[in-house]
């Protein structure tokens, strides 16, 4: 857990707001190209983006069965500071809509919960918490001017899935981190096996060397979330996307016997930016691309929908 908590405060100290050189040398290649994909006269659309996947984290780890009645996880739920994850995802957004209409002119919008709405969201519980936040998304749009101009508006809000995903836990939903610790069986190393098989192995990545490793034991940083399209001007749903991604990292030289601790708080928030960033890109293009993240690059700041983001 100690890993988990620094990595949390690692990603609160990231630049709110930033672009990875090679996605902004992807997205202005990408525009230029595509400058000429409107006739003249023809008023390019305007998309408007917006990541609310919050600032919070899920960390749920297994544990050893005792009974049918209770589920064999503990779960908690740590904050973190400023808007990294959201900012992360809406970098993702931006190039993938760059790629997909690059014609198009982006506003970029920040988002967060107040205090009143984020209770509310605390104490309601899976899909009604889905629920309950994109309707105060919208409410909160509703107001705005400037939506008038622009054609549509894509949203990233965290999504809830009851069932195992992926031979992970249950009930996980938006970010968050996943340990499990209890091994089965053998562990391999086999590059040419499928992603799961009869011993209860799967396919991880060693996040040191970046080779595939076949073991029952990891930490996999997750992301659960739907794109929502709207009509900018009526808000009416025009489409829905779920999508669910995760990385599962085990090192098997690591001298640490608890499999959270193999990656360094760094790493652990490395990983979990670059898969909120990936997930969101993908979800405007496909998962048949790529994304790569390098070194931070500053971009314009993002103004808020209405009044002051926090």
């Known amino acids: 857990m100690r890993v988990v908590a620094a990595a949390v405060l690692a990603l609160g100290g990231l630049a709110s707001i930033t672009m990875s050189g090679a996605l902004a040398a992807t997205a202005a290649a990408a525009t230029s190209t595509g400058a000429s994909a ?6 390019p659309p305007v998309i408007a983006l917006m990541a609310a996947v919050g600032d919070r984290i899920t960390v749920v780890r297994q544990k050893p069965s005792v009974g049918t009645l209770l589920e064999p996880y503990t ?8 808007q990294a994850l959201n900012d992360a995802a809406l ?10 209409s690059p014609e198009a002119e982006q506003v970029l919008l920040r ?9 509310r969201l605390e104490e309601a519980r899976g899909n009604e918490r889905d629920t309950m936040l994109l ?16 054609d549509r508006i894509e949203i990233i809000v965290p999504k809830y899935r009851r069932y195992e ?8 939903q938006g970010i968050g981190i996943y340990t499990q610790p209890l091994a089965r069986n053998i562990d391999l190393i086999d590059d040419s096996m499928g992603p799961g098989d009869d011993n209860g192995t799967q396919r991880v990545v060693n996040p040191t060397t970046g080779e595939v490793v076949r073991k029952s034991t990891f930490v996999a940083p997750f992301i659960f979330f739907e794109r929502v399209t709207l009509d900018a001007r009526t808000l009416h749903v025009l489409a829905r996307k779920q999508q669910f991604d995760a990385t599962k990292y085990n090192d098997p ?9 193999h990656l360094t708080p760094a790493q652990m928030a490395e990983k979990l930016n670059y898969l909120v960033e990936r997930s969101a890109y ?9 994304v790569d993240v390098t070194t931070p690059v500053p971009v314009q700041a993002m103004p808020a929908a209405s009044g002051t983001a926090r």
């Open 38 to 43: 409107t006739t003249p006269g023809e008023r």
């Open 75 to 82: 779960r908690r739920t740590l904050k973190v500071a400023g």
């Open 91 to 100: 970098r993702g957004l931006a190039l993938g809509v760059s790629q997909e």
């Open 111 to 119: 988002w967060t919960a107040n205090d009143e709405l984020m209770q």
């Open 135 to 150: 309707d105060a998304i919208i409410e909160h749009l509703r107001p705005v001017a400037d939506r008038q101009r622009w």
């Open 165 to 172: 995903a992926n031979g992970m836990g249950t009930k996980l």
């Open 253 to 261: 030289m690591s001298d640490e016997r608890d499999v959270s601790q």
């Open 282 to 290: 993908q979800a405007i293009r496909g998962k048949g691309g790529t």
